[in-house]
């Protein structure tokens, strides 16, 4: 923030103070400093200095020189300082020692006092229980002092006695043969003498040649089944068929251009509006960018606010015009998403696909492009969720059974990754990978170009190394401190 302070005749901490030196030195030459009971630091010599020494020569050297302000922050970050308060009314060097702090990788707290048009003391107060709940020790008696003071319960827990982990679906282990328990012990601890000793000579004999092969073995098995153990797989579920609420006010489907397959756009507008909703419809061409996709749902809105969005832009057949390596549903969709939050429409995006999905052996997936859409839709879940209605993947054939599914997915908010289907709505749901689950067909062989995001971290190292080795012929390793990663 630059901006010229009321009544000003030069500029502070510049040539422009040494006219003003005879003047200064000789209005402060009375003032007399003394050593001070707290460690003060100095901006100008960026350490810790006797307060002593603060005559009239050091306070013209502190209008004329440079302010070392990030120098002196962390000199005392080095020094073992963690907590920054900024007493003033309105906090504006707190970010930056915050700023600084993490640059240094060093644990630090920063709050402030005041705050403006917050100066009283409900402000204080507010910024003391900042700075407690950041683990500051805050001595509260003080500013009640000569108050009546109550204690009161903090409110409880809002997910208490409410579990949100997956339960283990896993059998209880069956009994094992002690024996066996400890034969298997002495094979990983390669402990011929102890095999043997229990199992005699002769047995022993016949195991020894093979014990570093058995350990390497057993160790190598009991590692994969506590791998196993933490690995899932998506699976989709049969929900059960409730009749199909009705939907209010206005909805805006969208649909691209041109679309060959007829038979889903009209009945997906007539099913929103059976069911109660007020339609407007509006085509975007396979080409368009992001300014005119905004415009042509502007026009359509007219100022007005939607109810929900149903987008169908998932059928939109082959690649995107000007960027062939992503299919059209992808783009479309993407650039869909960005025009919405520019209108600042906040209505629930609901996005159908056809084909995108599998309910199981009998129902392939089919249509790897619009696979991808589920891809973006997953993530916009996360990162737009007051803006983001759900994936709906569509059957082939349509009849009023599918379209009154349809029309009860859309005013449902339970589930938000979903797919119709002629004996009914399945929903996405994370299960416990069967052992069968956990075997690949064929090892997957990495080629070409390779993107690790993250790639610079621990985790990503070693991802990055096993990738090399398996034949990955170019990586690319991005992470968020980009250049300055170890």
Not at 115 to 142: K, T
Request: net charge negative; hydrophobic share 45%; aromatic share 6%.
């Amino acid at each position: 923030r630059v901006r010229k302070v009321r009544g000003a005749t030069g500029a502070g901490h510049s040539a422009q103070v040494e006219s003003l030196r005879e003047e200064m030195l000789d209005l402060l030459a009375p003032v007399t400093p003394a050593t001070a009971d707290t460690p003060f630091y100095s901006t100008v010599t960026c350490a810790a200095q006797d307060t002593a020494t603060l005559d009239a020569g050091y306070w013209y050297r502190n209008a004329r020189h440079t302010v070392e302000f990030e120098r002196t922050v962390r000199a005392l970050l080095a020094d073992g300082h963690g907590v920054f308060v900024e007493c003033s009314p309105h906090p504006l060097l707190a970010d930056a020692v915050q700023q600084i702090a993490e640059d240094a990788e060093a644990d630090a707290v920063t709050g402030a006092s005041l705050r403006r048009d917050q100066g009283g003391m409900e402000r204080f107060l507010r910024s003391l229980s900042e700075l407690h709940v950041s683990g500051v020790p805050v001595d509260l008696a003080v500013p009640f002092a000569g108050h009546p003071v109550r204690r009161v319960d903090l409110p409880t827990y809002a997910f208490q006695r409410r579990r949100y982990w997956l339960e283990s679906a896993d059998p209880a282990p069956a009994a094992v043969d002690p024996v066996e328990a400890g034969f298997w012990e002495l094979v990983e601890n390669t402990d011929l003498a102890a095999l043997t000793e229990r199992f005699g000579a002769e047995d022993a004999a016949l195991v020894g040649p093979a014990l570093p092969v058995l350990a390497t073995w057993r160790r190598r098995n009991r590692e994969k089944s506590t791998v196993d153990g933490w690995r899932y797989r998506v699976s989709f579920r049969r929900l059960p068929d409730d009749p199909a609420p009705g939907l209010d006010g206005l909805w805006l489907a969208v649909l691209p251009a041109g679309l060959a397959d007829g038979q889903w756009p009209p009945c997906v507008v007539g099913v929103l509006g059976a069911h109660g909703a007020k339609v407007r419809v509006v085509e975007i061409p396979a080409d368009s960018d992001r300014a005119r996709t905004a415009r042509l749902l502007a026009e359509e809105l007219g100022g007005e606010q939607p109810a929900g969005v149903l987008s169908l832009l998932g059928l939109a057949p082959g690649a995107h015009p000007d960027h062939p390596a992503l299919s059209a549903s992808l783009a479309m969709t993407l650039t869909l998403i960005q025009a919405l939050g520019d209108l600042d429409v906040q209505a629930p995006l609901w996005c159908a696909t056809r084909g995108a999905v599998s309910t199981g052996t009998a129902d392939p997936l089919l249509d790897v492009g619009q696979a991808q859409l589920w891809g973006l839709g997953i993530v916009a879940a996360l990162e737009l969720p007051r803006r983001w209605g759900g994936l709906v993947d569509l059957p082939d054939t349509v009849d009023k059974h599918t379209l009154r599914r349809l029309a009860a997915v859309l005013a449902q908010h339970d589930e938000d990754q979903l797919a119709v289907r002629a004996d009914g709505v399945y929903g996405r749901r994370l299960l416990r990978a069967r052992p069968a689950d956990t075997e690949p067909t064929a090892p997957w062989q990495p080629r070409g170009t390779v993107l690790v995001t993250g790639g610079t971290g621990g985790v990503g190292r070693h991802l990055a190394r096993w990738l090399a080795g398996a034949g990955a012929r170019h990586l690319v390793l991005t992470s968020r401190r980009g250049p300055d990663a170890p």
